[in-house]
């Protein structure tokens, strides 16, 4: 059972940069999609960023598009959220999860293995 957890959000200002950072235990990364997400209370989830198993896919919503970059590092177990030019409404708590559909960019749905979350807080 793989086990993801993420870390490195904090307080910034609009305009700064961000990187998270979802490692992962009991299972490799490297062979599974894996998504960010994102979630602010009253609202639902929603997808920020995903990565197909074989890399060779990408997708991000409009809202994010060319500020936030997804990559992974398969030495560390790990995929990265680089958020660039962050804007107050990125104010969110950050959850990565992982899907088992090996064809291009799984389904929100499909998405499992939720850790606790960490927040970005970007002030204006």
């Known amino acids: 059972q793989v086990r993801l957890v993420e870390s490195g959000g904090k307080l910034v200002q609009a305009g700064d940069s961000l990187r998270l950072s979802c490692e992962a235990s009991?299972?490799?990364?490297?062979?599974?999609?894996v998504g960010w997400f994102r979630q602010t209370p009253g609202k639902e989830r929603e997808i920020v960023a995903a990565i197909a198993r074989s890399e060779s896919s990408k997708v991000y919503p409009d809202s994010v598009k060319g500020r936030f970059t997804i990559a992974r590092d398969n030495a560390k177990n790990t995929v990265y959220l680089q958020m660039n030019s962050l804007k107050p409404e990125d104010t969110a708590v950050y959850y990565c999860?992982?899907?088992?559909?090996?064809?291009?960019?799984?389904?929100?749905?499909?998405?499992?293995?939720w850790g606790q979350g960490t927040q970005v807080t970007v002030s204006s």
């Open positions: 999860a992982y899907s088992t559909i090996s064809i291009g960019i799984p389904p929100s749905f499909s998405y499992r293995g």
């Open positions: 009991g299972g490799t990364l490297s062979s599974i999609a």
